[in-house]
Nanobody
Framework: VQLQASGGGLVQAGGSLRLSCADSGRTFSNYIIAWFRQAPGREREFVAAISWAGGSTSYADSVKGRFTISRVNAKNTVYLQMNSLKPEDTAVYYC????????????????????WGQGTQVTVSS
């Protein structure tokens, strides 16, 4: 699996962005896909994840109700729709692939994801 993240940019607080994570391989549907983010001076943190067919999702508490993760396996793509953005959402966003469910939902630990794409910068101005 080879992941490519895109869609980042500069947006005002309250605005929206949609990130995409595309895979050029043929095994995309075999993987759980997650988004993580890393702000300057902070550790990378979990944002959201989606299971193989999209039937199960996980979200960080900080983004619940504002972000939505989805996938279209026919396009080898996972999306992260980000609404009501806040300055504290500013970070480099990474997508990652793994195969672990924890109590039936996609894992939230960074160590459960073995494949990573490059990041895409999201900047939210106040």
């Amino acid at each position: 699996v080879q992941l490519q993240a895109s869609g980042g940019g500069l947006v005002q607080a309250g605005g929206s962005l949609r990130l995409s994570c595309a895979d050029s391989g043929r095994t995309f549907s075999n993987y759980i896909i997650a988004w993580f983010r890393q702000a300057p001076g902070r550790e990378r943190e979990f944002v959201a994840a989606i299971s193989w067919a999209g039937g199960s999702t996980s979200y960080a508490d900080s983004v619940k109700g504002r972000f939505t993760i989805s996938r279209v396996n026919a396009k080898n793509t996972v999306y992260l729709q980000m609404n009501s953005l806040k300055p504290e959402d500013t970070a480099v966003y990474y997508c990652a692939a793994g195969r672990t469910l924890t109590r039936g939902v996609p894992a939230v630990k960074e160590s459960e994801y073995g494949y990573w794409g490059q990041g895409t910068q999201v900047t939210v101005s106040s």
